[in-house]
């Protein structure tokens, strides 16, 4: 991908519109606009000012190469470096429709831009240092948000607050790794200022502190990434209205009669601040219908590689050998299991709870919606750190910030143990060093170019 090329794309979404605009950048934009657009008020496109959006007609090339008036719209231009991309970089609005809006686009290609790649113009700012890596990553984020936890999530970190974290641990970092090579390299001139005792504590403090951002991580990937659920128990034990009543809407079919819901129904819910991946699956129990039994190793298979279960449990009925073997079945798998007491809206049945090894147990009424509350909460409290404010605080959300963040913490760690066991310095300091580098790659730039590519290519086109 050649970055120094002029690029365009549309920047809104594809279909009818009230508008639709096409973002230019790079160079040439400035020159490129000008072959398109004619401002109104007679003055060439180059004298109007930044930021001043100007009305005038906007041209598309004829098949034999003369230009036509084909609609008329607004410019903005925005010029280096104050720019998203560091370029110069014009937005030409014309109105909606499809066609014009190709034609605009591609008289825009005549014009001499090449089609934009997918996040090329996110791309550019990041190089241009607009924007730090982890700014991208959240502004992937808020473009993808099915939540509103996603959306404050994605708010912070584009503005910047993982950012400024990370750069003061950084800065932390590098204060030290300097000292120590004063005291290595100049040790009878005490240029560090800087005690054995005094690096060992504030080694000690930065590893804390890199260890408590590291700890985000389960909220930010139960938020960003989402958390796959699985509703599993035994037929009419109200899996269905439980998977319902999460969802807020009648999305799966609920019957009286057993085994009605035979494949595995998905969707994506905010639940209790949690973003599920919620997945309701068939009732297990012996049957001899192949079709049911398709389903309920389907449901088998989903349980055992989920991250959360909601086991459902019927207590309108007495326990009998199948709960028991459910109850024996949900406590083998190695996810954390909540269970699910179901239908508390019925006369209580003797006999009808069972030993239950589980995370938690939440009374419920999926008919009623008694006790989702605190259901809900019970979920939040699983995978969300209530100290955390999503809106400002530094928060991990991504997998490949977490395992830069965790390398770095266990470099530093490394560290810290050759200082407390009187090893060289010059062993520690290279530690040091080393977590100066992963902790780089959370933010800046020290990142190698597949990662970059997967990051930007996650980006519609026009952005």
Do not use: W
């Not at 207590?315 to 179901?342: H, K, M, T, W």
């Not at 938690?360 to 404010?389: K, P, W």
């Not at 910030?401 to 090893?423: K, M, N, P």
Request: glycine residues 8%.
């Amino acid at each position: 991908m050649n970055l120094t090329d002029t690029i365009a794309a549309v920047s809104t979404p594809r279909g009818k519109g009230g508008i639709a605009l096409i973002r230019i950048s790079g160079h040439d934009a400035l020159e490129i606009a000008a072959r398109v657009f004619r401002p109104k008020n007679g003055k060439p496109l180059a004298d109007i000012a930044s930021r001043q959006a100007v009305y005038g007609d906007i041209y598309i090339i004829e098949p034999d190469g003369s230009p036509r008036r084909a609609d008329d719209g607004l410019a903005v231009i925005y010029r280096a470096p104050a720019s998203f991309t560091g370029e110069d970089t014009i937005e030409l609005t014309c109105h909606g429709g499809v066609l014009i809006t190709q034609a605009v686009l591609e008289a825009v290609f005549c014009a001499g831009a090449r089609p934009a790649g997918a996040g090329e113009f996110t791309r550019r700012a990041f190089v241009a240092g607009k924007i730090g890596l982890s700014e991208a990553e959240a502004l992937g984020l808020l473009l993808e948000a099915k939540t509103h936890g996603q959306l404050r999530l994605a708010r912070a970190g584009m503005d910047g607050a993982l950012s400024r974290e990370v750069q003061e641990m950084y800065g932390e970092l590098r204060g030290l790794v300097a000292g120590m090579f004063a005291r290595i390299d100049f040790p009878d001139e005490d240029l560090s200022g800087i005690s054995r005792q005094e690096l060992c504590e504030r080694v000690g403090s930065l590893l804390c502190r890199l260890r408590r951002l590291a700890a985000t991580y389960r909220t930010g990937k139960a938020i960003s990434e989402g958390v796959r659920t699985v509703i599993c128990g035994r037929t009419n034990s109200g899996k269905s209205s439980i998977y319902n009543r999460i969802l807020g809407y009648e999305a799966a079919i609920v019957t009286d009669i057993a085994g009605t819901t035979r494949d595995v129904l998905e969707s994506t819910v905010s639940f209790g601040g949690v973003t599920l991946h919620l997945l309701d699956t068939a009732g297990l129990r012996e049957s001899s219908d192949r079709v049911e039994l398709i389903g309920i190793e389907r449901a088998r298979r989903e349980a055992e590689r989920a991250e959360l279960v909601l086991a459902v449990f019927d207590i309108s009925r007495q326990a009998d050998d199948e709960d028991r073997r459910f109850a024996e079945y949900i406590s083998s798998l190695g996810s954390p299991v909540i269970a699910v007491l179901n239908k508390i809206d019925l006369p209580p049945v003797p006999d009808a709870l069972l030993e239950l090894n589980c995370a938690a147990v939440v009374r419920v009424s999926a008919l009623s919606g008694e006790g989702m509350d605190e259901l809900a909460r019970t979920v939040r409290n699983m995978f969300v750190d209530g100290s955390i404010d999503l809106s400002q605080d530094a928060v991990i959300a991504s997998a490949r910030q977490y395992a830069a963040l965790s390398r770095a913490a266990e470099l530093v760690s490394q560290s810290q143990a050759a200082l407390l066991a009187g090893l060289p310095e010059d062993i520690c300091c290279s530690d040091l060093e080393l977590a100066m580098s992963a902790l780089a790659e959370v933010d800046r730039h020290e990142v190698t170019s597949d990662i970059v590519e997967e990051i930007f290519a996650k980006f519609c086109v026009g952005k």
